[in-house]
């Protein structure tokens, strides 16, 4: 079966453009992640959704990013006004049941590398 | 909240030999603790994990063992061969309420000489 897939594989944008990056967890799977990776660094984690229920977004940076899992599946992540220190590897992940199973087995996309010149 | 270190941040070994790496976190109320390998150009990959029950965990040329009392746990290969040089991220979960989520490590890689 397919894995969880993220669109576009790379994005170059200009300081100030908004950018939007998708990802398309495993069908059925209710718990999904987004993670921001710096050059050499662990993912951080940004925010958690729980079918269509953002539940948690502390980890997002600024009120300049912004999530949406808007029929429980596929899910977008936003960021308006690019500045530099957005240029990352943004990782979505699924898991198959909620957030209070804990232990549950993350399945990570290949990520979408965002540059802003 | 949750702080994850990894060390040493490089390693380097013989094909055939061991491999340990070694990860601390703070937060004592963590319960969970996996392990990803994360290929050039691919998303984190989970290759085992253990939860704060257990003491030692393996899966073939792999396993994993956790010190609760000093808040620290690691990560065993044996018999290393080239397609084990990745970089390997440690991990921590602690309950947070309504999600499990994860504090990684800073990652090490892990060259394998043929």
């Known amino acids: 079966g397919a894995g969880v897939s993220q669109s576009p594989r790379y994005k170059v944008a200009k300081r100030g453009q908004d950018v939007a990056l998708r990802c398309d967890p495993i069908s059925g799977h209710v718990s999904l992640f987004w993670y921001q990776q710096a050059l050499g660094q662990g993912p951080e984690f940004l925010t958690y959704f729980q079918n269509e229920a953002q539940l948690d977004k502390s980890g997002l940076p600024s009120d300049r990013f912004f999530a949406e899992r808007p029929e429980g599946s596929v899910s977008t992540l936003k960021i308006q006004r690019t500045q530099q220190e957005d240029s990352a590897v943004y990782l979505c992940?699924?898991?198959?049941?909620?957030?209070?199973?804990?232990?549950?087995?993350?399945?990570f996309g290949s990520g979408t590398q965002l540059s802003v010149l | 909240g949750e702080n994850v270190e990894q060390h040493p941040s490089t390693l380097s070994v013989q094909e055939g030999d061991s491999a340990v790496i070694k990860c601390t976190y703070s937060d004592s109320a963590s319960n969970y603790f996996p392990w990803y390998k994360q290929e050039l150009g691919k998303g984190p990959q989970l290759i085992i994990d253990i939860r704060s029950n257990v003491g030692e965990k393996k899966d073939q040329r792999i396993a994993v063992t956790l010190n609760k009392t000093a808040k620290h746990f690691s990560l065993h290969i044996t018999e290393t061969q080239p397609e084990d040089s990745a970089v390997y991220f440690c991990a921590a979960s602690s309950p947070t309420g309504a999600n499990s989520k994860l504090t990684f490590g800073k990652g090490i890689t892990l060259s394998v000489r043929p």
């Open positions: 992940a699924s898991s198959l049941r909620d957030g209070s199973y804990f232990g549950e087995k993350l399945f």
